[in-house]
């Protein structure tokens, strides 16, 4: 197969369509970030306040409903916003969507290990992994704000080895502002 020589004019043109299929690409990841931002945060919020006022005997239960119907939500949205746009994948897609299934695997893995065999808060361990993975997709898309927000998942974990539980909750809360909502409203805005 030949290479062929683009003219000027070819040139300013594909330039300015890959620009416009990053911006459409980057207005997609958005709503993950948004939408788990916010799960995570009220889900949070929601974990302490039930334990501060002691209304349930077990409020952590709230992480895996609410992360179970996130997951749920997530491949709703993922299937039929690629089913109206007529989606293709490409590889920083096929990249960031593996790198984002080993996390959530990894995590769960860990609150299960840390649980059973430790008996103790696997939240410094599950904000490093998710520090990986923000950190990871902000260098791949090139997006400043995701890599202060991945950053800022690692300085989560070491002040939570210093915290209490619960005032881990509100560390944790602050993580997330910073790693998923500010990105996510700044990709919100930067491609609309």
Known sequence: MKNKVLGTKESMDLIVQSIQQTKIKLYHQRFYYLFWGWLVLVTSLAHYLLAYYQVVSRPYLVWPIT?????????????????????????????????????GISVFVVIWVVAQAYQSNPMPIIS?????????????????????????????????????????????????????LIPGYRLKNETA
């Open 67 to 103: 992360g179970g119907l996130g997951f749920l939500a997530t491949l709703s949205y993922g299937f039929k916003n690629s089913q109206k746009t007529g989606y293709v994948e490409t590889f920083l897609d096929r990249t960031l969507k593996h790198l984002w299934i080993v996390v």
């Open 128 to 180: 490093i992994l998710i520090g990986i993975g923000t950190l990871v997709s902000g260098l791949q898309m090139r997006f400043t704000p995701l890599i202060i927000g991945g950053s800022s998942f690692f300085v989560g974990a070491i002040v939570l080895l210093y915290v209490t539980p619960m005032e881990g909750l509100l560390v944790y809360d602050i993580c997330v502002i910073l790693g998923y």
